[in-house]
């Protein structure tokens, strides 16, 4: 079976096909013969051999083309070459990384790209179910995922005909899995799926986005979306990576130890939010101070804005006139943080003009000094402009009750009591949120996780993600109510479990977005947005009923309800009384 060859690679001699394999009582016996070419053990019987120069390549070697067109390098064909130009240090092959290789190569002699005879013969073609094209897999390099977004240096996938390229771990995860903060499985999806494109999604872990075009796991009817980076991280709890801005530090301590460690901690949401927080800073300003602690009340006092000396009440029930003998809870508002006046709140109330005020809420310093406005103290004051309320610019809210102001006319700051003391509050925990939250150190805008809306300053963040409250919606009721149904609307946050269809708002009759917060109705499945509720966004900080003297007309004016009259222009109405 003698057969010649004259090959490239040994010119002194021509190469015989021979027979590697003998026979031993009729058992084959193989010699362990290298191959020059790709230096690995002849497995077939026959071989291409010099044995005066102990010169062998196997058929598959001898056989190369001696040039080719490969898939990783396209642009220029590569030659077959009997050994790298440095001969005595070798190359190292583009593909796989191997350094010091002195043996066959296929070479760019224009770009110097060297592959091994291995790797430049290897299939390396392979078919993937999330692309249409074949792609080959390339030796680690620094690179933007197409699947999870990020850029690292990894094993990866690189498409032979379009720019698609993608991590080796990516293009090996599940199709379906289970998360720890969901009770339905999730699915793999190579983009958000289109009927979920009305609203950006937003990521439960880490509180980013979900870019449109990027692979996501996702629960359709609960329009739950998670990165594909926060699942690979979450279901490997020992890997982390401090890089990561979206990892969890190994030292986090869970929301209740969070809480025990840190003094001045309130609890949102909450029904008396001003309460909370303005008894919070009395708490704070009395443990910075000498007192003793007990606030001391008065019988009687004289408040400036007032006409009438003030009584301090320990009864909340009072005779309702238009009811006859019925004797009935009368809602009592504080005109200072316009807030219920709940049964175990002490006030001072003057009964022949309505007049109440909490307690905590007449103890308040006169002067504060807040961290988001360092320059200037500010000042307690009451009647901001000649209809008597005013917009704070922390929560933009109109409100008639007592504000803080900075006097210095370069300034115009002025902030609602609530507000007020909740900047001098350093951490808070909410429902809606598993971590502590603190005060946001920036006056950068940031984008308020709650209703969607750009806030400026005024916001509680997590320091652990990305999730921001501001002030207006942190400060929201946990309930509220309409004069239509009997029920109690909830305050209730994303992700919305088991309610595949979308939600509309009932007053405006737009779609809501299942990214933010809502009022909605359990018994009978309807939704509000905050925003539309008038009692939630345009009432809550206004008390009616009041009267006051404007210069452009001769009679008391008293503001009233929507119920009575329409809004003009956003404006509140006012009546003559």
């Known amino acids: 079976m003698e057969e010649e060859l004259n090959h490239f690679s040994h010119e002194e001699h021509p190469l015989i096909l021979s027979r590697l394999w003998k026979k031993h009582d009729g058992e084959l016996d193989q010699k362990l013969v290298i191959c020059y070419g790709c230096q690995k053990q002849i497995s077939d019987s026959t071989a291409y051999c010099c044995f005066h120069c102990d010169f062998f390549l ?23 070459h009997r050994q790298p130009t440095n001969s005595s240090h070798g190359c190292m092959c583009d593909l796989c990384g ?13 770009c110097h790209f060297e592959l091994d005879v291995s790797c430049a013969t290897l299939d390396w073609e392979i078919k993937l179910e999330c692309h249409d094209h074949p792609v080959i897999e390339q030796r680690s390099a620094t690179f933007h995922c197409n699947a999870c977004c990020m850029v690292g240096e990894d094993s990866s996938y690189l498409c032979t005909v379009c720019p698609f390229w993608i991590h080796k771990r990516c293009a090996l995860l599940p199709v379906t899995v289970q998360h720890k903060d969901h009770n339905h499985p999730l699915l793999l999806a190579y983009s958000v799926p289109s009927e979920h494109r009305s609203f950006r999604q937003y990521c439960p872990v880490c509180h980013g986005k979900i870019h449109r075009h990027y692979w996501v796991y996702y629960c359709g009817p609960c329009r739950y979306f998670v990165h594909i980076k926060c699942i690979m991280i979450s279901q490997n709890t020992k890997q982390k990576n401090e890089d990561d801005k979206y990892s969890i530090s190994e030292g986090e301590l869970d929301l209740e130890d969070q809480c025990a460690t840190k003094k001045n901690v309130v609890k949102l949401p909450s029904s008396h939010a001003a309460q909370e927080l303005i008894s ?14 007990e606030l001391k009340a008065e019988e009687k006092i004289f408040i400036e804005e007032h006409q009438h000396p003030v009584i301090l009440s320990k009864r909340e029930q009072i005779q309702d006139e238009n009811n006859g003998t019925k004797e009935e ?13 709940s049964l175990s709140d002490p006030h001072y109330s003057c009964v022949e003009c309505g007049y109440y005020v909490h307690f905590t809420c007449y103890k308040l310093p006169s002067e504060l000094q807040i961290t988001k406005h360092p320059e200037h103290p500010l000042l307690l004051r009451y009647e901001a402009n000649a209809v008597g309320h005013f917009v704070c610019n922390a929560c933009q809210r109109q409100s008639n009750g007592e504000f803080y102001e900075c006097d210095r006319d370069s300034c115009e700051l002025r902030f609602c009591i609530k507000c007020a003391s909740a900047s001098m509050i350093p951490n808070v925990v909410h429902a809606a949120h598993k971590h502590l939250l603190t005060q946001y150190g ?4 940031t984008k308020c996780n709650a209703c969607g809306t750009k806030s400026d300053g005024f916001v509680f963040a997590c320091k652990y ?10 400060l929201l009721p946990p309930a509220t109510k309409q004069r239509w149904d009997k029920h109690p609307l909830i305050l209730v946050y ?8 979308e939600f509309y708002c009932v007053l405006c009759e737009e779609e809501i977005n299942p990214n933010t917060w809502m009022y909605h109705c359990r018994d009978c499945d309807y939704s509000l947005h905050p925003w539309c509720i008038p009692q939630i966004k345009l009432f809550r900080d206004l008390k009616f009923g009041r009267s006051l003297l404007v210069d452009d007309h001769p009679h008391n004016l008293t503001h009233v309800t929507e119920a009575r009259y329409k809004w003009v222009n956003s404006y509140i109405v006012m009546e003559k009384k």
């Open 58 to 80: 196997q058929k598959r070697c001898a056989e190369l083309p001696p040039k080719i067109t490969h898939p990783i390098h396209p642009q220029h064909p590569l030659i077959l």
């Open 98 to 110: 191997q350094k010091g290789w002195k043996f066959f190569i296929y070479k760019c002699n224009l």
């Open 280 to 293: 919070h800073l009395l708490n704070k300003a009395d443990e910075s101070s000498s007192s003793s602690g």
């Open 329 to 341: 809870a009368i809602t009592l508002v504080c005109d200072w943080c316009i807030e219920p006046i």
């Open 442 to 445: 920036s006056s950068d805008p």
């Open 465 to 474: 993600c990305h999730f921001y409250l501001d002030y207006e919606c942190a």
């Open 494 to 501: 994303p992700p919305y479990f088991d309610h595949p269809e």
